[in-house]
């Protein structure tokens, strides 16, 4: 017996080795894949499900969609006035609007703080342009919390701002920025502007900057150069960004919640208040359904951008 | 540069949109240090709020659960996304690549609220059918965190297995190596460095994360975002100017450091190369 022991054990090895050498692809494969499958894919067919379902004081607070009523005989259930609800309550569909709104805009004003400075970078010196990147990434390592935090100070009525525009004798009375539309918009350019310089930089770093000089030297005005060369190639980069700010800031809870108060709607906000406050599931399941289809647009297109980047590289 | 005009002008922008990026955290850090209970006013210099920040168990307990989960959840990050980037830069086609792509980078640009939504519901049905997860929190959390990380790891896997040199493989495999002990030998070496960074910001990113985890955690668990959440909600908070102080000089520490490593084997490696030329 103590002897066939360790001879069970090194065969169990050999094959278990043998089994490795030759599925280790599937195996790689197999881990990740099986993960995504199990908490990225399933969940949404969980959240899917529960937006038909009705809503019922008890726990879990949804009404079952299958019912056995006899022995093979079952019951489903389908409810769609969550989705109805949505669609008859003015405060959702305002709410989407607003969002949408917020996020063109902010993706707007991203764009335009954002370009100068990725055009900025690209044309400045080796050593310049390690630094400039730096610091533009250094702010994604800390709090994103915190960063939205400050301008909480910056913004309220006894903030920074309104501290130092009074005391400089230029206003007597407290502007109110903190708790309206103007800090959200502050707020999102602030966080992700990043995202926007980053791939703008990326596409523009790969440029034939000489083009420029050409159409210089052939007599086009600048404005004529950035309308009808620059813009046009550095437009991948201008899209990338715009969708990697868009899409987050559409769901954006937290920008809301602190600068905007009660006073900026926003879907993402609305969600987690569905959610958390009213204990409404399937409510918070359609609304989160019917975020998700306003982005899947922008999302598929970005991945598409993304697939081709990776393709030529 | 040649153009003095539009140098001016994109100088100028850039040294605005630098300060918008850091004048907000430098006030954040010089009110830390205000003795007035009242953030944006200055009541004079004081250290007070570290005292009060440090005195506060929660806080201790926040952060050692939130370290605990932003490691876990790095190194399972790790492993999943760096097999999940060799599988789609070097397995070719496979069945499912497409779904599997899809389902990768996803989680890049899907908003928090719902994938923080659709992990809670799914945890409470597992839970229904199989009793587990009985209560959230640590596992809960850090399930969540390794499926959104995993996307970024896996990135930074792809971008360094595109841009590396493949003939220490091809080497390695004329030379008779199994492709298996080809992916041991050489190709995960060769991607240690991308790892370590696919680490680093997965740590990162879990340290980082509130809505996710106020959605998945449950009564008991309450991660550092949580709580500084939760007392900023209501206003400005000195204690809270002197925590984003720390954390913003860990990572400005953290950040130097790794530049300054970057910096040298840089170095080395010109200095390598030189050498080879010479000889």
């Not at chain 1, 990338?240 to 926003?266: H, R």
Request: hydrophobic content about 55%; overall charge neutral; proline content about 5%.
């Amino acid at each position: 017996m103590s002897s066939a022991a360790p001879t069970v054990t090194a065969s169990l090895k050999h094959r278990l080795g043998h089994l490795l050498q030759r599925n280790w692809r599937s195996l790689i494969l197999f881990i990740p894949f099986f993960w995504l499958l199990l908490f990225f894919l399933a969940p949404f067919f969980i959240v899917l499900k529960i937006s038909f379902a009705g809503n019922v004081i008890a726990s879990p607070p949804f009404t079952a969609m299958i019912e056995w009523v006899d022995e093979g005989v079952m019951n489903i259930r389908v409810v769609t006035d969550n989705y109805a609800y949505l669609w008859e309550d003015d405060l959702y569909v305002n709410t989407y609007l607003n969002s949408l709104k917020i996020s063109s805009i902010s993706t707007i004003l991203c764009l335009l703080v954002g370009y100068p400075m990725a055009y900025a970078i690209v044309r400045s010196s080796h050593t310049t342009k390690h630094i400039l990147l730096m610091l533009i990434i250094l702010p994604f390592w800390t709090s994103f919390l915190l960063r939205v935090y400050a301008w909480m100070g910056l913004l309220a009525d006894q903030g920074t701002i309104n501290g130092l525009l009074i005391s400089l004798g230029i206003i007597d009375e407290p502007i109110r920025m903190l708790y309206t539309e103007f800090a959200v918009y502050v707020g999102i350019v602030y966080t992700y502007v990043p995202f926007m310089i980053l791939p703008l930089y990326a596409n523009m770093e790969k440029l034939d900057w000489t083009l420029l000089e050409a159409a210089a030297d052939l007599g086009a005005r600048p404005m004529v150069t950035f309308f009808t060369v620059t813009l046009p190639m550095t437009l991948p980069g201008v899209i990338a960004g715009s969708l990697l700010v868009f899409i987050p800031a559409t769901g954006e809870y937290v920008i809301p919640d602190l600068l905007g108060g009660g006073n900026v709607l926003m879907i993402g906000r609305v969600l987690y208040n569905e959610f958390n406050a009213n204990v409404d599931w399937p409510v918070a399941s359609a609304v989160a359904i019917a975020l998700l289809l306003l982005l899947v647009l922008p999302m598929m297109l970005y991945q598409h951008i993304q697939g081709k980047e990776t393709a030529g590289s | 540069m040649n153009n003095g005009k539009r140098s001016v002008f994109l100088i100028t922008t850039t040294c605005f949109g630098i300060a918008f990026l850091y004048i907000p955290m430098i006030l954040l850090v010089l009110y830390s240090f205000n003795d007035s209970k009242i953030v944006p006013v200055w009541g004079g210099f004081s250290t007070r709020w570290y005292g009060v920040l440090f005195a506060s168990e929660e806080v201790w307990e926040a952060v050692a659960l939130s370290l605990k989960i932003a490691a876990v959840n790095a190194c399972f990050a790790t492993m999943l996304g760096t097999l999940a980037g060799l599988a789609l830069v070097r397995f070719g086609s496979f069945k499912g690549r497409t779904l599997f792509s899809g389902m990768i980078s996803a989680p890049l640009v899907m908003p928090e609220v719902i994938t923080g939504l659709s992990l809670l519901l799914l945890f409470i049905t597992l839970n229904e059918f199989f009793g587990w997860p009985s209560d959230r929190g640590f596992t809960t959390i850090t399930i969540a965190h390794i499926t959104f990380s995993m996307a970024y790891v896996a990135v930074i896997i792809q971008s360094r297995l595109a841009g590396m040199a493949q003939d220490l493989e091809e080497a390695a495999q004329d030379l008779g190596a199994k492709p298996f002990r080809v992916l041991t030998d050489i190709t995960l070496p060769l991607l240690a460095p991308g790892m370590l960074a696919g680490w680093l910001l997965a740590f990162t990113l879990s340290l980082d994360d509130l809505i996710i985890a106020s959605f998945v955690s449950g009564p008991g668990a309450v991660t550092l975002p949580m709580l500084i959440y939760s007392r900023v909600r209501l206003g400005l908070r000195p204690d809270i100017n002197a925590l984003a102080t720390i954390i913003i000089i860990v990572v400005a520490i953290g950040v130097l450091l790794a530049a300054w490593i970057m910096f040298r084997q840089q170095k080395q490696r010109e200095l390598e190369l030189k050498m080879s030329e010479e000889s």
